[in-house]
DNA sequence: AATCGCCATGAAAACGTTTACGTTCCGCGC
DNA sequence: GCGCGGAACGTAAACGTTTTCATGGCGATT
């Protein structure tokens, strides 16, 4: 074994054929002879010949990497998208370039620019990204899939969780189970899921308890915006029998502030929060919330990539929009220390 | 704006130059008249020029990617490491090629090969990795930092959390707390960092407790095990009064079967784990555990590995081993509702 | 028996860079 | 006034593939 790796010509020079015919063979276009695929196989073999990837990129145009630019995202959340979108491209033979962790418009341009050349499709995930951003920033003829972004653009697919869907199943489940007055904690005012989320109560409390007024109160998806929530709440001159936070976190907060009070969950006040984070598990009472199925998220955007990428294999095109399930855990059960249910829901359309 | 991207030719000829020296401008090189400079610069502006980086890594043999092969890793484990491998990355203006979930040696050596020749350098993060592996598939000339292995090889550094020292630690502080009988729930048996745990465990013990017999029983790391540890534990003719989970899934457990038996913790029998997942910090009691940062793993890595890529940049090689810091909380702690304390600690040497 | 056409194969161009080497030009020292 | 050196710049080779086109051989059809 020599310093230097085999290239296709040594592969040619010893197999005693042109490297146009080793070329056919390692790439499965036809046009040669078994015995002389035989031989070229085996001494491609021999000399651990790999093909140049910057060689072949250069000729043929096309990296079999695909890009993915995500925000700095909630550990639990972060992880298992790359794990669907990683899953769903090693199925397909491609590879993953990812770029983590920017906050600003101008750390994702360049996130995404640096990716320029090197990548045949993009995922991008970002609350920067708008039709601007866009058409300043991706070459125009690079496919890209858009995931969670209230971008609506005829270039690009966007892939969402059904956000709406399942906040409104939520409350509904709080209504049906007896609850009358829902109280909603909100997002953050910029976060497309946020806002999402509180269309949900919305049009939830409009269609289940047109009669009752709605109760909404500011936060900001973190723990300490959700204990604050809480304090607020309990302030209250009619209290709210039951609330739903639009993420886990500030439902553990508001939780926090509720055991502080001595106010007993669910007895007193049923809680609800949204993304099924491990710790809803875990707090006691253990938490109801609304189960999003993150790496099918990854999942589903790499497969409508790869189906821009190559329109001719027909892949189908995975639904748009990604249902939630309500999963009924204590804080919102009839009984204490039921096991938790499940209750799955299909997205709209 | 055509459909063509724009290449170095075009800019040499509408800039009036030949390629060599826009090639020479766009990479300061030296050698060109500022003027002429000026002149490239604002064509290739103009024309939104971007090297292809495919024909650049033909001719120059370097790729500026560095590859991560992961293993299909906890959540939050995950996002961390690669959070700090690719805050690192950027800042040295690298690109990250992840490869993550797998499990089998088959596929970690797919994972490894299809890296080959589109990265400059590898991250390995796998327990499958001995010696051999790496021999059969890693190109010789390929710089390459391992993570968290047992391999001892003069070709890879290896970075490694010091569990060893952290284990000792946290027993220590249960021995310190007044903790006689100290029980441990070992991790999966093939797993490194289990290991590890395990001979800080028994080194402490010997150290601090000499007379005091050691009480080892079997885990998986799954919060199953260890549940079943604790329910193992509660049988024992003489209880422990303090128990050491290889990790916080499985103190976690263990707390589940203690609370079910009406054990209490930790008047009776004080708890700790080790990792600091998310959920450590909201169980109730709160669980002490061992504090790493894995972020630090990540980029400390990428930065050894960056060490590699150029040796002439005096890059200081950063420690082998990173510390874990004791973090103190109720399941160990002496006053219930008491803040948490963390404890920082170096790594040996 | 001659021609046609197909099939396996080879030669060479092309992809977009970097870089070694040549060339030109200018200023300076003798 | 002549040669010399160095700076600025251009020419062309090289990187390792894929792919088009040409070529030769051989069997089948007339």
Do not use: W
């Not at 056919?24 to 000399?47: H, I, S």
């Not at 959340?77 to 983590?100: N, P, Q, T, Y």
């Not at 926090?256 to 598990?281: C, H, N, S, T, Y």
């Not at 929009?321 to 997205?347: M, Q």
């Amino acid at each position: 074994m020599t310093t230097k790796n085999a290239t296709i010509k040594d592969v040619a020079r010893e197999a005693k054929v042109s490297v146009a015919s080793v070329s056919r063979v390692l790439n499965g276009t036809g046009g040669v002879t078994p015995q002389t695929q035989k031989v070229v196989r085996e001494v491609a073999a021999r000399l651990h010949y790999v093909p140049d990837s910057a060689a072949r990129s250069l000729i043929t145009g096309r990296t079999h990497t695909i890009g993915a630019v995500l925000p700095d995202l909630y550990g639990e959340f972060f992880s298992e998208l790359i794990r669907g979108i990683d899953l769903a491209a090693r199925a397909r033979g491609l590879h993953l370039l990812v770029s983590s962790s920017h906050d600003g418009v101008d750390d994702a341009a360049a996130a995404v620019r640096a990716m320029r050349g090197r990548v045949d499709g993009m995922l991008i995930f970002s609350e920067y990204v708008d039709a601007a951003f866009l058409d300043a920033n991706l070459p125009a003829a690079l496919p890209a899939v858009l995931l969670n972004s209230a971008v609506k653009s005829a270039r690009y697919p966007v892939l969402t969780i059904d956000n709406r869907g399942g906040a409104s199943a939520m409350v509904q489940h709080l209504i049906e189970s007896g609850r009358k007055r829902v109280a909603f904690i909100a997002g953050s005012k910029t976060n497309f899921d946020a806002q999402q989320r509180d269309k949900g109560y919305r049009a939830a409390m409009a269609k289940f308890a047109p009669d009752l007024p709605l109760n909404i109160v500011p936060g900001d998806f973190s723990e300490e915006s959700g204990y604050r929530a809480g304090v607020e709440l309990l302030a209250q001159k009619k209290r709210p029998d039951a609330v739903f936070a639009a993420n886990d976190m500030m439902a553990v907060g508001c939780l926090m502030a509720f055991k502080q009070a001595g106010v007993q969950v669910p007895q007193e006040i049923a809680l609800a929060g949204f993304d099924d984070i491990l710790i809803a598990r875990y707090v006691s009472p253990s938490l109801s919330t609304v189960q999003v199925r993150i790496a099918d998220l990854g999942r589903a955007a790499l497969e409508r990539l790869a189906a821009l990428l190559d329109p001719d294999a027909n892949t189908p095109a995975p639904a748009q929009t990604l249902g939630c399930d309500i999963v009924v855990r204590e804080t919102s059960g009839g009984s204490t220390g039921a096991a938790s249910t499940r209750r799955p829901r299909r997205p709209p359309k």
